[in-house]
């Protein structure tokens, strides 16, 4: 389980590609090493993949076809930097919102609106998703836990504050780049019942 509060951002140092295969390798902080082990669950853009070796402050992850057809992590290059949490530990606060480290889909960026002390990054969900997607509900941005601001059709906006901005990736952001998304489980729970209910009742 994640929380979507990042806690730090880490650069890749070393991308190792086989056929529908890939191995990164990122260069961790001290802070971030202590009592991590082989098969632990680390957040990388907010999906979750498993240390598989550790060398020094050099961590390696294994990344599947699926998660590089999911997600954004297929697109990254060598000393691209990636929003790193560690799993929380039971006891741990929970500053953001409950999060599985499961990317749904992508997102693109199609607005950025930058004001004094804020930050406004609008997106496009794919048209299949849209219904997890309303006004003040949680969602998970490349492992950032982010309220909902406004809603159009398929297109939402979140708000970023300065601190999110400094301690993530996502102040690097630009129109047109395809950020990982993760729905509340709850949310996405609630609302895929209630459709299976309405659709039992109409008979479709």
Same mark, same amino acid.
């Not at 009592?35 to 498993?50: F, K, Q, Y």
């Given at each position: 389980m994640?929380t979507g #509060?990042?806690?730090?951002?880490?650069?890749?140092?070393?991308?190792i590609?086989? *056929?529908n295969f890939?191995?990164?390798?990122? *260069?961790?902080e001290?802070?971030?090493?202590?009592?991590?082990?082989?098969?632990?669950?680390?957040?990388?853009?907010?999906?979750?993949?498993?240390?598989?070796?550790?060398?020094?402050?050099? /961590?390696?992850?294994?990344?599947?076809?699926?998660?590089l057809?999911?997600?954004n992590?297929? *697109?990254?290059?060598?000393?691209?930097?990636?929003n790193?949490?560690?799993?929380a530990?039971? +006891?741990?606060d929970?500053?953001?919102h409950?999060?599985? +480290?499961?990317?749904?889909?992508?997102?693109?960026?199609t607005e950025i609106?930058?004001?004094?002390?804020?930050?406004?990054?609008?997106l496009?969900?794919?048209?299949?998703?849209k219904?997890?997607?309303?006004t003040?509900?949680y #969602? +998970?941005?490349?492992?950032i836990?982010?309220t909902?601001?406004?809603v159009?059709?398929?297109?939402?906006?979140?708000?970023l504050i300065?601190?999110?901005?400094?301690?993530t990736?996502i102040?690097?952001r630009q /129109?047109g780049?395809?950020?990982?998304?993760e729905?509340?489980?709850?949310?996405?729970?609630?609302?895929?019942t209630? *459709?299976?209910?309405?659709?039992?009742?109409?008979?479709?």
């Amino acid at each position: 389980m994640f929380t979507g #509060i990042v806690q730090s951002t880490a650069p890749i140092i070393r991308i190792i590609k086989k *056929e529908n295969f890939q191995t990164h390798i990122i *260069e961790l902080e001290a802070s971030l090493i202590t009592n991590l082990e082989i098969g632990a669950s680390v957040a990388h853009n907010g999906c979750c993949l498993s240390v598989t070796k550790i060398a020094g402050n050099q /961590v390696s992850f294994d990344l599947m076809q699926e998660t590089l057809t999911v997600t954004n992590l297929g *697109e990254l290059t060598t000393g691209d930097r990636v929003n790193i949490e560690r799993a929380a530990r039971f +006891g741990d606060d929970i500053g953001g919102h409950q999060m599985s +480290g499961h990317i749904l889909c992508v997102a693109h960026v199609t607005e950025i609106i930058t004001s004094p002390n804020n930050c406004q990054l609008w997106l496009q969900i794919p048209e299949q998703f849209k219904h997890f997607i309303f006004t003040k509900g949680y #969602i +998970g941005i490349d492992g950032i836990s982010l309220t909902i601001g406004k809603v159009k059709n398929n297109y939402f906006n979140v708000n970023l504050i300065p601190e999110t901005l400094q301690r993530t990736n996502i102040g690097s952001r630009q /129109v047109g780049d395809r950020i990982n998304i993760e729905i509340d489980p709850q949310t996405q729970a609630i609302v895929e019942t209630v *459709e299976r209910i309405m659709a039992q009742r109409t008979g479709h």
